[in-house]
């Protein structure tokens, strides 16, 4: 276990571009906190717009004709993003402790799954970079016709605050794979395994320009990115409120390519066939994992009126058992929510729940006095018009509805404007299938949940998103298309 | 022409001639343009894997039998191999067998795990790098410069390419007709029999095996009797980096034997072969009367090289020089047909001639020694009888035109003009040092002659015409055409032959075609929705 007294001493934590550690051009610094302890970390650079400027001119220049990095042998980008999987797992342990300390969730998920993932990603994509490939066409007429995939340009990366490293891998790695420079502003909660990863890529020898951090707060340094006019494109992983002023202010400025990874209201369907320890067991998991601030939280879980009672039982027996507590110990389960914001708002919904007439079965208020810990609460009997049971509440609330058959359940399912992700419990084939069908979602998991993997696209229908990360799809939201046409000689026999 | 002794092993710069690309060395030599540094070649070199590779582990011959394996510099014996036969590939197919049954844990590997262990093996390659390139030289009668550079930095590359597509070889959900949820897996094939030649007996070991386990399928591997060595030491490698047992075995032995049992075993799934047509063919038959295993094939060739008057002509007199001389011919790209336009011809004989004047035969050890053995006697008398049906058929000899040395099979850089199509040597594969240059008219004329052959594996262009590049690339039939360059060999490209040439590709997103077997699913659904 890695203790705070090993942290470096650093006065703060600088802006990277160009491969160097830059002050803010304001001169201002922000505060980065341990949700866990209420503890200031350190302070880092706070960047704005003129540091996103120039963070975009770096990127710029790196990506000009004739450049290093433009030049670079395709095998070449796949090989230092081999080597960059290399340099983060030799400091795993760094970087989940740094990743712990900002963002509260416990150490073991943070080493296990975030850092695993981080890799694997990483290496994923870096097998992809000399396969990104175009095609010869037959056209008509006498031409000789092909197409190029070219990568995109600069792209900014807005990254949220629950999976800082492992969400900004999502971006990296494919942005980079394909040739691309980019512009990152990790969440102001979270920015320092972001700003170490830097370091990292400095390590291994990527062009200088061709990653740049800067870290700092949305209104100022994320709307700086998005309405950029030299951004050729935005990834955006956060809520929907925030994406769409992303893609809105991408439509004011240049048009920049949008992609946005945005919230859900993920419905977990559990048929009275299912595994029933199964199901409890993934819809538990599936909502309270990282203290419930995923944007695949199963946070409306529909079970089928024979084995709703056991269900709800089971879960209840569940979640009382939860472990909260200090995210360095390593049998806690569940940390602190992020920020005093989000604590609010999860307190203020769970009220809701009690207002409308929910059951509540347990939980249902703060674990203590102070700090940012939230009791594991189960809520039944939840109707679709409640609150708790139409909004995003990232927190550990797990709200369990009814359903008698398929077709109603397909329809309350989709009746939400969210479309992130389904899961599915059941073994009857058809069932499975139909269901997996059915239902508006980007993923669809069946008899499992949370299920990622880099080889698998995701990405939400409707409103929980725009485009997919991961798998072979992640490309082509990071190339740009260039057909080149070649009129051949009429007279040449 | 000088015979270099061999060195006391003191290290040198040795400069390479690299033909147009430079192999990857590391992040930092990516940014800069500086000629490679390579280390001396080693000079106390120990043959400790001499046996045949089944389930991980050293097996003696059942026969009992083993095979002298040589230095074609020197004539030396270099060792003794365990000779496989029969019985022999019956044990490593049925390890493979076993290898690849459901439940294994091969077959249950993840498809991203099979890549993480092709990784590893291309890192402890990159460790023995120096071992293999030594080896490949003693062994193959290969320039140490090339061995280290070219043939290790492209084994690099494959094993590295090929290990990224691991997890990403995809099969399809298709919308077929009727309430039916269709969908394709790209399954393994299965055992594998692949079957090496002698002229660059790593990297082809390695470009057989690589899209073979990366698609998840297991191997039973006959080397070339002449270059069995770098295969059984990359044998250990495939152990320490962690491979199941099973999934690679290696026989050692001879065609006719240990190689015609693998074209006709009926528990192979599919056979692949580098070598000559005439060999191909015997395999592909055997393939049929057996089990109809799948068959991949690559060839010979007699390959043209058109050089049309507006080319850059310093370029080309060098290009097309490399394109029939590398590795001392003995290249299955080796452009044996150099076609020349009227106008520049002489120029370019006289200066060809020249070029070809230029080699330091003797041990390819040795630095500063421009040009290596062939591999074996049958090679070295096959290539004299050509040359010699090339003086009576009336091509006119420029230079060379005969053997050189007393000891080795060395032959004299060797350069004919006026060639004509009849002759001999503008039909048959020489696979020596031996240029042939022709002269050309028109257009439309020298496509029909390059196209006139049963072969079809590459061509080369020079020009700097955009539509001529174009429109001839279009016209020839051959699996590769390089346009103002000549090969230019990357593992992302697709290589293989047109008509006798070969069946298949290997390399490239096409090359992993070669090595699944497509499986349809179709689930019967009560409802289908687009």
């Not at chain 1, 004709?65 to 670079?72: A, D, I, T, V, Y």
Request: glycine residues 8%.
């Amino acid at each position: 276990m890695v203790s705070t007294s090993s942290f470096p001493e650093r006065a703060s934590f600088p802006i990277f571009i160009n491969n160097e550690w830059h002050e803010s051009k304001s001169g201002k610094k922000f505060a980065t906190y341990n949700p866990s302890t209420l503890e200031k970390i350190c302070e880092v650079e706070e960047g704005d717009k003129p540091d996103v400027d120039k963070a975009v001119e770096a990127a710029q220049a790196a990506f000009q004709r004739g450049s290093p990095w433009r030049r670079l042998d395709a095998l070449s980008r796949g090989r230092l993003l081999h080597q960059l999987a290399d340099l983060v797992e030799r400091d795993r342990a760094v970087l989940a402790t740094l990743e712990t300390m900002d963002s509260g969730k416990p150490f073991l998920h943070a080493f296990f799954i975030d850092l695993e993932g981080c890799i694997k990603t990483l290496r994923y994509f870096a097998g992809w970079a000399d396969k990104i490939q175009g095609r010869t066409i037959p056209t008509d007429d006498n031409v000789v016709c092909f197409t190029r995939h070219e990568p995109v340009g600069v792209c900014g990366a807005i990254t949220p605050w629950n999976f800082p490293l492992l969400m900004l891998v999502w971006k990296l790695a494919p942005a980079l794979c394909c040739g691309n420079t980019v512009v990152v502003k990790p969440a102001e909660q979270t920015p320092l395994t972001a700003l170490y990863l830097g370091s990292l890529i400095k390590e291994v020898g990527f062009p200088p320009g061709v990653v740049n951090i800067v870290p700092g707060f949305g209104p100022t340094a994320g709307a700086a990115i998005s309405s950029h006019p030299q951004i050729s494109k935005i990834a955006f992983t956060g809520s929907t409120e925030v994406g769409k002023l992303v893609k809105e202010a991408s439509s004011q400025s240049n048009l920049k390519r949008v992609t946005l990874e945005l919230g859900g209201k993920n419905p977990c369907i559990v048929c009275a066939d299912a595994d029933l320890d199964l199901a409890v067991e993934c819809a538990h998991q599936g909502v309270f994992f990282n203290q419930g601030q995923c944007c695949t939280a199963a946070s409306r879980v529909f079970v089928e009126e024979q084995v709703y009672a056991d269900f709800v039982r089971r879960s209840v027996e569940y979640a009382k058992k939860r472990p909260v507590g200090d995210p360095f110990d390593v049998r806690t389960e569940q940390g602190p929510q992020i920020d005093q914001k989000q604590f609010n708002k999860i307190l203020d919904l769970i009220d809701s729940g009690k207002e409308e007439g929910a059951k509540l079965e347990c939980g249902g208020s703060a674990m203590e006095d102070r700090g940012l810990f939230i009791k594991p609460t189960v809520f039944s009997e939840v109707t679709d018009t409640m609150r708790i049971a139409r909004e995003e509440i990232f927190g550990p609330v797990q709200p369990i509805l009814k359903f008698k058959s398929i077709e109603e359940v397909i329809k309350r399912a989709n009746s939400l404007e969210y479309g992130l992700t389904a899961a599915v419990f059941t073994k009857n084939l058809d069932k499975a299938l139909k269901l997996a069908s059915a239902l508006e979602a980007g993923t669809v998991w069946i008899n499992c949940y949370n299920a990622l993997y880099a080889q698998a696209p995701f990405g939400g229908f409707k409103m929980s998103g725009n485009g997919r990360e991961l798998g072979e799809y992640a490309l082509t939201e990071y190339t740009e298309v260039k057909t080149v046409t070649i009129k051949l000689d009429d007279k040449n026999p | 022409m000088e015979n270099h002794k061999t060195r006391n092993g003191s290290s040198a710069k040795i400069c390479c001639v690299a033909l147009d690309t430079v192999p990857y060395q590391g992040a930092e030599s990516e940014m800069s343009s500086s000629q490679p540094d390579i280390p001396a070649p080693l000079t106390n070199l120990k043959f400790q894997y001499t046996k045949i590779f089944i389930n991980n582990e050293w097996h003696d011959s059942v026969s009992g039998k083993k095979f002298p394996v040589f230095n074609p510099a020197t004539e030396e014996k270099l060792c003794e191999v365990e000779e496989g036969d029969k019985e022999d590939v019956n044990k490593a197919v049925a390890a493979a067998r076993q290898a690849f049954q459901l439940g294994s844990p091969w077959r249950t590997m993840d498809a991203s795990e099979r890549g993480r262990l092709l990784y590893k093996l291309a890192d402890l390659v990159e460790r023995d790098r120096l071992i293999l390139a030594t080896m490949e030289s003693m062994n193959g009668g290969k320039l140490f410069s090339n061995a280290y550079l070219m043939d290790l930095g492209g084994c690099l590359k494959t094993l590295r390419y090929c290990a990224g597509w691991a997890d990403k070889i995809q099969g399809r959900t298709i919308p077929s007709d009727g309430n039916f949820f269709t969908y394709t897996r790209h399954e393994p094939v299965g055992v594998c029999g692949q079957i090496l030649p002698w002229n660059f007996p790593l990297l082809m070991f390695l470009w057989k095996i690589a899209p073979a386990l990366s698609c998840g399928n297991t191997v039973v591997v006959k080397p070339a009797e002449q270059t069995p060595l770098s295969a059984l030491h990359v044998a250990t490698l495939i152990k320490e980096a962690g491979f199941p047992p099973g999934v690679v075995n290696i026989v050692p032995g001879y065609g006719p034997t240990a190689g015609a049992a693998i074209s006709s075993h009926m528990d192979i799934d599919k056979v692949a072969f580098t070598g000559s047509t005439e060999v191909g063919k015997l395999i592909k038959e055997a393939a049929g009367k057996s089990n109809l295993k799948r068959v991949t094939l690559e060839l010979g060739g007699k390959s043209p090289f058109i050089v049309f008057a507006d080319a850059d002509l310093e370029t080309a007199l060098e290009v097309t020089h490399q394109a029939l001389f590398y590795h001392q011919g003995q290249c299955c790209v080796a452009a044996s047909r150099l076609f020349v336009e009227e106008s520049i011809y002489d120029e370019f004989v006289r200066r060809s001639v020249e070029r070809a004047k230029k080699y330091v035969l003797g041990n390819p050890l040795t630095p500063g020694v421009s040009q290596g053995p062939q591999i074996d006697k049958e090679q070295y008398e096959k290539i004299l009888d050509l040359i010699e049906s090339g003086k009576k058929e009336g091509a006119k000899l420029e230079c060379g035109g005969g053997p050189w040395g007393n000891k080795g099979y060395f032959i004299q850089p060797t350069v004919f003009s006026n060639v004509s199509d009849e002759m001999r040597i503008a039909k048959e594969e020489i696979f020596g040092p031996v240029q042939q240059i022709m002269k050309f008219k028109s257009l439309d004329d020298v496509i029909k002659r390059a196209n006139n052959t049963t072969y079809g594996l590459s061509a080369g262009i020079f020009t700097k015409d955009l539509d001529k590049a174009i429109t001839v690339s279009a016209a020839l039939q051959s699996g590769t055409v390089w346009v103002n360059c000549y090969s230019v060999v990357s593992p992302q490209c697709p290589f293989g032959g047109f008509k006798m040439s070969g069946n298949g590709r290997e390399m490239g997103e096409y090359g992993f075609h070669e090595y699944t077997e497509v499986k349809t699913v179709t689930v019967k659904i009560s409802q289908k929705n687009s």
